[in-house]
Nanobody, 115 residues
Framework: VRLVESGGGLVHPGGSLRLSCAAS????????MSWYRQAPGKERELVARINTSGNSAYYDSSVKGRFTISRDNAENTVYLEMNSLKPEDTAMYYCRAILYSTAYWGQGTQVTVSS
């Protein structure tokens, strides 16, 4: 199983980024998909989660209204659209695939929000 994140980078405050997580080696459409982030010196935290069909999502209060999670089961990919980025959004962003007690992590992509 592989989860490969991409799309991170350096962006100014107020800017936007779109993260992608391409999955392989699993039946993607059966997995709950999530985005987490971890800032230096802090614990990893859940940012957003989307159900298997893509019609229901959860967002942490810190990103609600600014971030949008989506998935394309035909392309085995989950996305995180991030708008109105703030310096406090700076972190390594990870995707996670979950099916009951089985979970897989990607290697992460760095997002830095700075002027």
């Amino acid at each position: 199983v592989r989860l490969v994140e991409s799309g991170g980078g350096l962006v100014h405050p107020g800017g936007s980024l779109r993260l992608s997580c391409a999955a392989s080696g699993l039946t993607f459409s059966t997995y709950l998909m999530s985005w987490y982030r971890q800032a230096p010196g802090k614990e990893r935290e859940l940012v957003a989660r989307i159900n298997t069909s893509g019609n229901s999502a959860y967002y942490d209060s810190s990103v609600k209204g600014r971030f949008t999670i989506s998935r394309d089961n035909a392309e085995n990919t989950v996305y995180l659209e991030m708008n109105s980025l703030k310096p406090e959004d700076t972190a390594m962003y990870y995707c996670r695939a979950i099916l009951y007690s089985t979970a897989y992590w990607g290697q992460g992509t760095q997002v830095t929000v700075s002027s």
